[in-house]
C-alpha cells in the first residue's frame, strides 16, 4: 500500500518569470488530462533506457552518498532475486529518485492549487513515500529568480520538512528536516493522525476481545 507525502509549494517570482514557471510545470497526467504541475514537465527522464539511463543515474549520484547507497541496494536486489516473478523497473525506477526525489509522479487527483495571482503561486500534491525535493531543486535552479519554497509531511513514516530556496540566484536558503510536531505546517495534522491510529489499534483490540 502507498504512504503518500503531502508537499506543500509556494512560489513568488516577477510576472514574466511566473508565466513562464507555470509553463514549464504543467502537463498531462496519466488520465490524459491537463495538470498544473507535474515533475516529468520540470525534469524529463531520457527518452532511451538501457546505458543513457544508467549513465544518467551514475553522473547524478556521484558525491551524494545517500542516492549512492540508494542505487548500490536496488541493484543488489536485482542481483540476488533474478528468478523472482517480480516487476521491478530498476533503471527508469532509480532515475526518479535521484532526479525527482520520489518514485512515481504527481497524484494527479489530489492536486490542488490555493493562492494565484501574478507573483504568487501556491499549490498542495502528494508524491508517493517521499517528497520531490530534487524536482523542486531543478525547478529552483532553471529560475532562479524565483523564491520557492517546499514543506512536506509523510505521517506513516513521521517525517516532514521545509526547504526554502531563495530568489535572486541566492540558492538553498534553509532545509529543516524531521519529526512532524515539530513543524507549524503540520503539526495539527501528526496529532490527528496519532489519534486515528490510537483509536484504531484499540479497535482492533476490542475486536480481538
Not at 532511451?48 to 542505487?71: C, Q, W, Y
Not at 516473478?85 to 526518479?96: A, K, Q, S, V
Not at 496529532?191 to 491510529?197: L, M, T
Request: glycine share 6%; proline share 6%; hydrophobic share 35%.
Amino acid at each position: 500500500m502507498t504512504a503518500w507525502c503531502t508537499n506543500h509549494i509556494r512560489i513568488v517570482a516577477r510576472p514574466s518569470a511566473m508565466a513562464s514557471i507555470k509553463e514549464r510545470c504543467k502537463g498531462v497526467d496519466e488520465s490524459g488530462e491537463l495538470a498544473p504541475f507535474r515533475l516529468e514537465s520540470i525534469k524529463a527522464p531520457p527518452t532511451s533506457e538501457g546505458d543513457e539511463l544508467t549513465r544518467d543515474i551514475d553522473k547524478a549520484t556521484r558525491g551524494n552518498p545517500m542516492r549512492l547507497a540508494l542505487v548500490a541496494l536496488y541493484r543488489q536486489t536485482q542481483q540476488d532475486l533474478p528468478d523472482q516473478n517480480i516487476t521491478m523497473p530498476m533503471d527508469i525506477h532509480l532515475w526518479r529518485l535521484c532526479h525527482w526525489g520520489t518514485k512515481w509522479d504527481v497524484h494527479a487527483r489530489t492536486t490542488k492549487q490555493g493562492e494565484e495571482s501574478d507573483l504568487l503561486w501556491t499549490l498542495t500534491i502528494e508524491t508517493p513515500w517521499s517528497p520531490p525535493i530534487a524536482a523542486v531543486q531543478a525547478l529552483a535552479d532553471l529560475f532562479p529568480e524565483a523564491g520557492i519554497t517546499l514543506e512536506y509531511y509523510e505521517p506513516s513514516t513521521a517525517s516532514a520538512g521545509k526547504i526554502v530556496w531563495a530568489d535572486k540566484g541566492a540558492g538553498l536558503l534553509r532545509e529543516q528536516h524531521g519529526h512532524p510536531e515539530n513543524f507549524d505546517h503540520c503539526a495539527e495534522d501528526w496529532a490527528e493522525y496519532v489519534r486515528e491510529q490510537k483509536e484504531k489499534e484499540e479497535g482492533d483490540v476490542s475486536d480481538e476481545d
